[in-house]
């Protein structure tokens, strides 16, 4: 660290000691980050990058979890009788015991001792064959964590096997109230036998682990082995070896936890940990984002410090220690720079150069110059050769600041030590500490790593560590403004809230996993981030307060993700519906929806509060349960993730917990609230899932707490034989259906849904196309409940499908996709965009009369087999079109000439937007044309988004060795798509 005094110059800082910062659970805020180079992007929008994995623009870094342990254990026949006779729902690990109980009419037991932990003990002997623990191996589960949650606690356990602790899996937690249990999760092994002893040294199994992660031991920056146990279905536990690696990489980074097997020496389990956001010291920052009002370059920080003076705007100080951020209490010295217990944040431009700390400031004001040079400069890489060294100190100034933000709420909310926060000194016996955050400004910047943000969280006792990135344009790829991470706080709260579920999921040595777990984790990070702005009366930029990234994509309707938190139509059917398939963030988004709904009914419940009574609650001064209900559902979330023993975890198993950790905080008060706004999302009472990694769970609409209507599907008219599919939503590709007519499927042509609530419905069958209505079912009183209620459908015919006699023909691959009823499948030509066609004979022996079309622009996941095999880019989705008709009758319609342009659309028919072009805004559309009598109607495309979207056009910066216009540099310039043409006469 430098003198207190000392300001490097920009050579010096460059050559400065290198910070040596662990990496691990990371987290990637947005699937789009770049690199920004000379090199051609590929074709899903990014840069290729060594050691990184492409992935489709707007789609997803899917996690390389892997779990060799092989199979499930099935319950018995006894254990099933006995779940048989539980008050509540059951579901199953793949060790043979019960992955979760919840209850549903009372308590699972009652009772019990009023000793939380005791009562927990006790619960487990007395169900000792349902979870196949005798009463020693019960009285030998280790104690993880007893916390209280209101009147309540949660108690978790953790299996030991011989002398050894289980490393994965082998918890459980049981929520305790009073000598009720009322909620139990479990990752728990039946077989509690002790392992045969470890065959292989220490440094054998991390030469596994090595070889497993693809790395050489000069290419790994730390290293943590231990012994532990493995439960395994239906088999002995095994004696393994687990080794964290950590990559010396920060610019692309690489971390596993894997479990090497210590007789057999492969791997067992391996967890990704990276997942793809004076004596009164002052810091200036932005307490949100800089103003968008503001011009670029003008200084609008305000001023924070310890104690208050004039011209400081809040105090601040560690919640736990009282202490300011910046002092060391190993030492109870300050440090002079960003450097403290919760904190250690330093600039990291990579390219071959060292990290290097924030200049020391000897008095503890720690306002550093700001010019804005990224912004200014339009992203001229001059700035990192300047005076100003691109405002590096700060930047590290306001993510230091911002850390600590989260660390203090976050730790009134119950991330503290004893569940297992991030620290470096612990003022109890609880946890570990040596784990503060480490914070990386502008990471990459010089290596043109840009447009992300991740969080890397490895077990407690661990540093984790945070990357901030540089944002800039890239061809083909994201387009957002010359911006710095550092002052996003929705991002910065983004990244932060990874580690706090990581750590507070599953215990403190395991990170989340799953498909609907990894969507849940993306989704907490975005809620949280935009709460905690809220609950201090702070916002960002977007059009409402709940936005992730406005700041940094320069999009205030939806920031990085498709929808605004608030206003968003996403439910549970909805999971895989993005453009390329299912993919964490995507998914999160439906988790978000959800969750917002839940606030909303506890707002509408305890109401908002005034802007005082906000700050007064997240500042910790007045208990939750005198809270606006905004903070009541915050503390709720919190608590849930306490209550989660297994890693692999459904958003069922988070609505339970939710449900669970409101009978614990407020008594059960607001079940009927919670239980209605989850039906209302589909995660309702008969919801179903096969596991964590289900990408098509079965939703339900339903809430134990309403008069649900029962909904009876009929087809009318001519598609009164039609096999129509039934969606609720507003997407049907990759969707489930909540019901059909088909009598060859098991799906029923019935359906319940909580009353009074508009939904929005998607209608779709072989031949009739796709026909989108919103209907509310009003409540009516009847015998046990509402009346039974009819939904009849009169689809029109789809005159340009082939299921009706259509046939299609054209430019391109995949034709006869676009003419097949769905937009799970697509047409693409892979050589030119404008003037590409396709053109339907349209059913029927004679002339048509045509009034509307639908169109859609809609990708799908990429089929490397397919004629299409090329990433689908969302760039290359069709953005304006025509319409031009032939009467065969009449002419020859094998001749172009014979064809007339009945319609042209809008430049916009699909819309794209600033930063990047959204599902929303490829869904099905229809277009009202004049009417048009025809044989043959042709689409014929006029751009797409990459052509002919103004916001992806053009030079937009100054970077010599970048170019951003999509139309000339990237290869989706030579690509358009299009999902689906339906033609219909009325």
């Not at 905690?532 to 930029?541: A, D, E, G, K």
């Amino acid at each position: 660290m430098p003198e207190p005094g000392s300001r490097p110059t920009s050579r010096t800082r460059r050559r400065g000691v290198p910070v040596l910062m662990a990496a691990v659970v990371a987290a990637a805020l947005l699937p789009g980050a770049t690199t920004a180079s000379a090199a051609p992007a590929d074709a899903a929008g990014g840069q290729t990058q060594p050691g990184a994995h492409p992935e489709s623009f707007g789609g997803s870094h899917a996690p390389r979890d892997l779990d060799n342990r092989g199979g499930a254990a099935a319950p018995n026949a006894r254990q099933r009788s006995l779940a048989g006779k539980v008050d509540g729902a059951v579901r199953w690990n793949a060790l043979g015991t019960p992955h979760a109980l919840t209850a549903t009419d009372g308590p699972l037991a009652s009772g019990l001792d009023a000793d939380p932990e005791t009562a927990a003990r006790q619960y487990l002997v007395r169900n000792q064959e349902l979870f196949g623990l005798d009463e020693a191996a019960v009285a030998g589960l280790e104690r993880l964590l007893v916390k209280s949650i209101g009147s309540g606690a949660v108690v978790t356990l953790r299996q030991r096997f011989g002398d050894l602790p289980a490393g994965y899996d082998g918890l459980v937690s049981i929520a305790v109230s009073n000598g009720n249990v009322v909620n139990v999760s479990s990752s728990l092994s039946r077989n509690t036998g002790t392992p045969q002893p470890a065959a292989i040294s220490a440094d054998q199994a991390y030469a596994v682990a090595l070889a497993d992660a693809g790395l050489t031991a000069d290419k790994v920056a730390s290293r943590d082995i231990r012994q532990v146990a493995v439960p395994v279905p239906d088999a002995a536990p095994r004696a393994a070896w687990e080794v964290t690696l950590i990559s010396s990489d920060t610019e692309h980074p690489t971390a596993f936890t894997t479990f090497v097997d210590g007789i057999r020496s492969e791997v067992l389990v391996r967890e990704d940990l990276v997942d793809f956001d004076s004596e009164n010291p002052n810091w200036a920052v932005f307490p949100a984002t800089p103003p968008s009002s503001t011009k670029p370059g003008r200084d609008a920080r305000v001023i924070w410090c310890l104690t208050w003076e004039r011209g400081c705007e809040r105090t601040v100080r560690d919640p736990n220690s009282g202490q300011a951020w910046d002092v060391d209490l190993a030492t109870g010295e300050p440090t002079y720079t960003a450097q403290g217990n919760a904190a250690n944040t330093v600039v990291s431009w990579g390219g071959g150069t060292p990290a290097v700390p924030m200049t020391a400031s000897p008095t503890r004001d720690y306002v550093y110059p700001f010019s804005d040079p990224w912004r200014t400069s339009k992203c001229d890489p001059a700035v990192f050769a300047g005076e100003t060294d691109n405002d590096a100190d700060a930047a590290i100034a306001n993510l230091f600041a911002m850390h600590n933000r989260m660390h203090d709420w976050t730790y009134r909310l119950g991330f503290d030590e004893a569940a297992w926060n991030l620290q470096a000194v612990n003022l109890s016996p609880d946890g570990l500490g040596g784990d503060a955050e480490q914070g990386r400004a502008q990471q990459g910047a010089l290596s043109g790593n840009r447009n992300n943000a991740n969080q890397s969280t490895p077990r407690d006792g661990l540093p984790p560590s945070t990357n901030m990135y540089l944002w800039q344009p890239a061809a083909g790829g994201p387009y957002p403004p010359c911006v710095d991470g550092d002052y996003d706080m929705t991002v910065i709260g983004h990244e932060y809230m990874h580690a706090v579920t990581n750590r507070m999921i599953g215990g403190p040595n395991s990170g989340i996993s799953g498909h609907q777990g990894g969507a849940m984790g993306e989704s907490w990070g975005d809620l949280m981030g935009a709460e905690y702005l809220y609950q201090h009366n702070l916002r960002n930029p977007g059009k409402t307060p709940f936005i992730t990234g406005a700041y940094v994509t320069g999009n205030t309707e939806s920031g990085i993700r498709n929808y605004d938190l608030s206003r968003s139509p996403l439910n549970y059917s909805d999971i895989g519906y993005n453009v390329a398939g299912p993919a964490v963030h995507a998914d999160g988004e439906i988790w978000g929806a959800t969750n917002f709904r839940v606030r909303s009914a506890l707002v509408k419940r305890y109401g908002q509060g005034s802007p005082s009574r906000q700050l007064d609650c997240a500042n910790g001064k007045v208990a939750v349960d005198k809270c606006p209900g905004n903070r009541r559902w915050t503390q709720l979330v919190f608590d849930s993730y306490l209550l989660q023993a297994a890693s692999s975890v459904s958003m069922i198993d988070m609505r339970d917990n939710m449900l669970a950790a409101d009978q614990l905080r407020f008594g059960g008060a607001n079940q009927d609230i919670i239980w209605n706004a989850f039906a209302t999302s589909g995660l309702g009472r008969d919801a179903v899932t096969n596991g964590a990694a289900d990408t098509d769970p079965t939703p339900s609409f339903a809430s134990p707490h309403a008069r649900n209507v029962t909904v009876t599907l009929r087809a009318d008219g001519e598609s009164r034989t039609a096999p129509i599919r039934l969606y609720l939503g507003e997407y049907e590709a990759r969707a489930v259906p909540v019901a059909d007519t088909d009598p060859a499927t098991p799906l029923p042509d019935t359906f319940e849904v909580v009353p009074n609530t508009k939904f929005s419905f998607v209608a779709v069958a072989p031949g009739f196309g796709h026909t989108r209505f919103s209907k509310e079912f009003r409540s009516g009183w009847g015998r046990g409940g509402d009346k039974p209620q009819t939904l009849e459908l009169e689809l029109d015919r789809n005159l340009a499908s082939s299921a009706s006699g259509a046939a299609v023909s054209g430019d391109g691959v995949n034709t006869e996709r676009v003419v097949d009823d769905t937009e799970a499948t697509n047409w693409a030509s892979l050589d030119g965009v404008a003037g590409k066609q396709v053109t339907v004979d349209l059913a029927g022996d004679r002339p048509q009369t045509v009034r509307r079309v639908n169109v859609s622009a809609f990708l799908r996941p990429t089929i490397t087999t397919d004629p299409d095999p090329t990433s689908q880019n969302a760039l290359s989705a069709l953005r304006s079109f025509a319409v031009l008709a032939c009467d065969a009758t009449r002419v020859d319609c094998t001749v172009d000439a014979n064809y007339r342009r009945v319609y042209t659309s809008r430049s916009d028919a699909f819309p794209g937007g600033a930063y990047r072009a959204y599902s929303r805004d490829l869904n099905l559309r229809s277009f009202d044309i004049p009417r048009t009598v025809a044989t043959h109607l042709r689409l014929q495309v006029r751009s797409s988004q990459c052509t002919g979207g103004p916001h992806y056009a053009g030079e937009q910066d100054n970077d010599p060795a970048t170019t951003t216009d999509c139309s000339t540099a990237s290869p989706a310039r030579d690509q358009v798509r299009i999902a689906e043409f339906q033609v219909f006469g009325s």
